[in-house]
């Protein structure tokens, strides 16, 4: 990983993958047999995302059971006082169940999965200001997850940097951003540059990839751009 200091926000926004795209790369594709990381009532796979103006606002995605028709998120200022949560705002979600066919690669083959995607954006927020959020719906909630929106305009802050995590994401990858985050936990943003994973329509390696980052990328604004690798291999089965 590459860490950077002292730069804004605009000059980055160009590299950016929007939240729903980056939802769509994640999540169209297919799933092997064992089906090791299926979708249930409980969110996964929490994604924040950068917006153009994350100073104001700021995006998350996150799967659910195909059954889970409609999504909610709930936000509120960050404080000590437990019961604050109780004041937290509800945002419907965009919510919509993609369905993806078997696929095959190689010595490789998978089984199709289908999931629920669920999207949204919190605004009018005030910069450099922290928040707790969680999302879910009825009885099925995540845990509640804090970040911190950016300054105003022109003030330095720091992010992380990260090349291609691709393969061995359980054994390199989940050492690499968990001791990245270690190193710069008050990072702005952690930016992707492409080869997320080798196989883009294998869920499994999806299921790897949110698996290492875990709570980190429910807290640090990711800020995803697309390599060659985050497209299909086999194209029968997108």
Not at 9 to 14: I, M, V
Not at 81 to 101: F, G, T, W
């Amino acid at each position: 990983m590459i860490y950077f200091r002292n730069l804004s926000f605009a000059s980055l926004l160009r590299f950016s993958l929007s939240p729903i795209l980056y939802l769509w790369i994640a999540a169209a594709f297919a799933q092997d047999s064992l089906e090791v990381y299926p979708p249930s009532l409980l969110p996964d796979r929490i994604n924040l995302s950068v917006t153009q103006d994350p100073s104001t606002s700021m995006a998350v995605t996150w799967r659910t059971h195909p059954s889970v028709q409609q999504g909610q998120a709930q936000i509120v200022l960050a404080n000590p006082n437990p019961l604050s949560v109780r004041e937290a705002k509800s945002i419907p979600a965009i919510s919509q169940k993609i369905s993806s066919k078997d696929g095959k690669y190689k010595e490789l083959t998978w089984k199709g999965v289908s999931a629920a995607y669920h999207s949204v954006v919190f605004d009018q927020l005030q910069p450099n200001t922290l928040y707790a959020y969680r999302v879910g719906n009825g009885a099925h909630w995540s845990e509640w997850f804090q970040f911190r929106t950016a300054g105003k305009k022109n003030e330095p802050f720091s992010f992380l940097y990260f090349g291609d995590a691709q393969t061995n994401l359980r054994s390199l990858w989940s050492r690499t951003i968990r001791q990245a985050y270690a190193h710069l936990p008050s990072a702005a943003l952690m930016l992707h540059a492409g080869d997320l994973v080798n196989r883009a329509n294998r869920d499994v390696e999806w299921g790897e990839w949110f698996e290492a980052g875990s709570f980190i990328m429910a807290t640090v604004p990711q800020m995803p751009s697309p390599g060659n690798h985050e497209y299909g291999r086999d194209e029968a089965a997108l």
